[in-house]
């Protein structure tokens, strides 16, 4: 798709300071709340997306520190932001430490249709910074708990290598997330000539498509940069009956190009919508 816009590749050299800076701090900050979230989890297996949600709050960091830095290459804002979330993931471990240490005893949770038996605990800003001084430290609490383990599923204590697999699974999928998801904030068109990001305009007014068509065909031209179909459908307030789509116009009075991305919602037989992104960031005639 040559006419779709594609990242230059450039970027500002205080970019490679300012992104893992940005992210590590931002990502300290939400390390203890997921922590504790973990902590206190009243469902096991829902503890098992924490990691993808905290890897992707994390990623938010990146959107300011990498227009900033002006970064248009996706591959090394991901590169970036995932060594910049290390410090957040490793300060998270560390209020675990905390928690660990602060063990008071153990308490009920109530949610509902049942009862969860938590261990009690607290965390300190003096013992967070004093821990995270201590690596060492950290490792030792890990081995101690590991063949023992802390909490169970079913009532079966998970402990020794199940344990150390939860951890490695932990790991893996926030560094899998924090790797692809920086990428985002570098690939919206950038004017290089200007050295300026193209503002965003969200259209607010949808535009319905005639009868059934389905929006995966009908946009096929829109793919190869044909926006007729954009100019000639009717615009309409009220799209729910009908497929329709909503576009995005990237605009800058100074700059060459335009760019259009183009977001379908095709009717399906129940009433609803299904969403498609159809086209991203396709150029356009002045």
Wanted: with cysteine.
């Amino acid at each position: 798709m040559n006419n779709a816009y594609r990242p230059s590749g450039y970027f500002d050299s205080k970019g490679i300071l300012l992104v893992p800076l940005g992210t590590a701090i931002f990502s300290m900050f939400l390390a203890i709340p997921y922590a504790l979230s973990l902590w206190y989890c009243p469902i096991v297996y829902l503890g098992l997306f924490l990691p993808l949600i905290f890897a992707k709050l994390t990623a938010l960091s990146g959107r300011w520190t990498i227009r900033q830095s002006k970064i248009r290459s996706p591959q090394l804002a991901n590169m970036l932001g995932a060594v910049g979330a290390i410090p957040g993931f490793y300060f998270s471990w560390v209020a675990w430490g905390v928690l660990v240490s602060n063990i008071s005893g153990q308490g009920t949770l109530n949610i509902g249709w049942r009862s969860v038996i938590t261990l009690e605990s607290s965390v300190t800003l003096g013992q967070l910074f004093s821990q995270a001084l201590d690596p060492l430290g950290l490792l030792k609490q890990m081995k101690f708990i590991g063949p023992m383990g802390l909490w169970s599923v079913e009532k079966a204590v998970v402990s020794g290598i199940y344990l150390y697999g939860v951890w490695a699974f932990e790991a893996l999928i926030f560094f899998i997330v924090s790797s692809r998801s920086y990428g985002q904030w570098a690939k919206p068109p950038f004017a290089e000539r200007l050295n300026r990001w193209y503002p965003s305009f969200k259209l607010s007014t949808p535009i319905a498509l005639p009868g059934k068509i389905p929006t995966d065909s009908i946009f096929e031209g829109i793919k190869k940069g044909q926006i007729g179909p954009i100019i000639e459908a009717k615009e309409e307030k009220n799209p729910d009956g009908a497929s329709y789509l909503t576009t995005t116009l990237y605009y800058l009075p100074q700059a060459f190009d335009a760019y259009i991305s183009v977001e379908g919602y095709s009717l399906k037989d129940s009433g609803g919508h299904k969403k498609t992104k159809l086209a991203k960031y396709i150029k356009i005639p002045e």
